[in-house]
């Protein structure tokens, strides 16, 4: 077992070097460091997490957006934007990235414009859809909620209640 620990790391090193005989048959492998990420990546046997990066913006936030609109508004309704470039102020990207462990399986992005602090151009993945396609907004819903009244007490429950043995 020892012997095979020294091995692990010699053989890493010599594919990492870059050995002109051995190096070049693990590099048909993809290379020593990355043949055991992959091999992990393949098996059921790692616990993969749903990954979200960035800011969520919604169909519906997008539909918000008018021309015209402050910047306060706008991340009033998107938040406040993932980039901000100081050479190009009046530019906010807007980025989202969902995926499963490493690998993304969706991107997402919304770029806004603005010139004198007023929005002019969306752009992006995202657009605002034209009133006729747009999902009527949900209604409220009221339900209404009795007050809630503690039950009766009976006999034994005092009882117990006065021996302190009750459930409270």
Not at 52 to 69: F, I, R
């Amino acid at each position: 077992m020892r012997k095979l620990l020294i091995f692990i790391p010699m053989l890493a090193t010599l594919g990492a070097a870059g050995c002109s005989t051995f190096g070049e048959g693990l590099k048909s492998l993809g290379g020593v460091t990355t043949v055991i990420p992959n091999a992990l990546d393949r098996t059921e046997l790692v616990y993969k997490p749903d990954i979200q990066q960035g800011n969520v913006v919604s169909q519906e936030q997008v539909n918000e957006l008018q021309p015209g609109m402050t910047k306060r508004q706008v991340r009033f309704l998107l938040g406040t934007p993932m980039l901000t470039d100081v050479f190009h102020a009046d530019r906010w990207d807007y980025a989202y990235t969902l995926g499963r462990g490493s690998t993304p399986s969706e991107q997402r992005r919304v770029t806004v414009y603005f010139e004198q602090d007023r929005l002019v151009r969306i752009a992006g993945d995202m657009r605002p859809q034209p009133e006729s396609e747009r999902e009527p907004p949900k209604q409220e819903v009221v339900v209404s909620v009795p007050d809630w009244v503690p039950p009766k007490r009976t006999l034994w429950d005092k009882a117990l209640d006065l021996v302190g043995l009750s459930d409270d």
